[in-house]
T-cell receptor, first 112, second 118 residues
């Protein structure tokens, strides 16, 4: 029972272009969503988050969009840089139970 | 600020052997998490501590896994006996959150321990 799904195992994008990573969820009780970035042999690091009261949150080159009716969120990276090559995980939680439920990750490859 | 420390980084054992992992969270972080990440999947929470008390261990296979957090700081996760399907990366994370509510769910992760069971 995957409550958080990242349907693209990998994504390849040209340097300087926009990277769009997608995440779908099934539990309408989720009210907080996070993106983590993971390099090989390291633990995930927090990237950006959004609460369900918003539909957009921006931090520098990173923007997360939330569509509650579609139970869908996306992470936009503009412009993409070689250092962005990593695995990106989407995670969700309910405020009443702050356990994070994680997607399987999307491997982003930025081509020079 | 020092990050979350974990040891060992890699461990290879044979099935039915036992193994232990150690985690030292960020100083002052009350909440500590152990995750299991199988290749190609997202992290799965095994157990969550707040100080030295267990908040959630519903997904911990208690017949073979155990964890403790003495004095509310360091934590150890043990597997005894190990099975082939326990091969995974074991991640420790900590956060400063106390109690429930609020939106600060940021967790800080250690580098993980890669366990291979042969």
């Amino acid at each position: 029972d995957q409550q958080v799904k990242q349907n693209s195992p990998s994504l390849s994008v040209q340097e300087g272009r926009i990277s769009i990573l997608n995440c779908d969820y099934t539990n309408s009780m989720f009210d907080y969503f996070l993106w983590y970035k993971k390099y090989p042999a390291e633990g995930p690091t927090f990237l950006i988050s959004i609460s369900s009261i918003k539909d957009k949150n921006e931090d520098g080159r990173f923007t997360v969009f939330l569509n509650k009716s579609a139970k869908h969120l996306s992470l936009h990276i503009v412009p993409s840089q070689p250092g962005d090559s990593a695995v990106y995980f989407c995670a969700a939680s309910m405020d009443s139970n702050y356990q994070l439920i994680w997607g399987a990750g999307t491997k982003l490859i930025i081509k020079p | 600020e020092a990050g979350v420390a974990q040891s060992p980084r890699y461990k290879i054992i044979e099935k039915r052997q036992s193994v232990a992992f150690w985690c030292n969270p960020i100083s002052g972080h009350a909440t500590l998490y152990w995750y299991q990440q199988i290749l190609g999947q997202g992290p799965k929470l095994l157990i969550q501590f707040q100080n030295n008390g267990v908040v959630d261990d519903s997904q911990l296979p208690k017949d073979r896994f155990s964890a403790e957090r003495l004095k509310g700081v360091d934590s150890t996760l043990k597997i005894q006996p190990a099975k082939l399907e326990d091969s995974a990366v074991y991640l420790c994370a900590s956060s400063s959150r106390l109690g429930r509510g609020g939106y600060n769910n940021e967790q800080f992760f250690g580098p993980g321990t890669r366990l291979t069971v042969l």
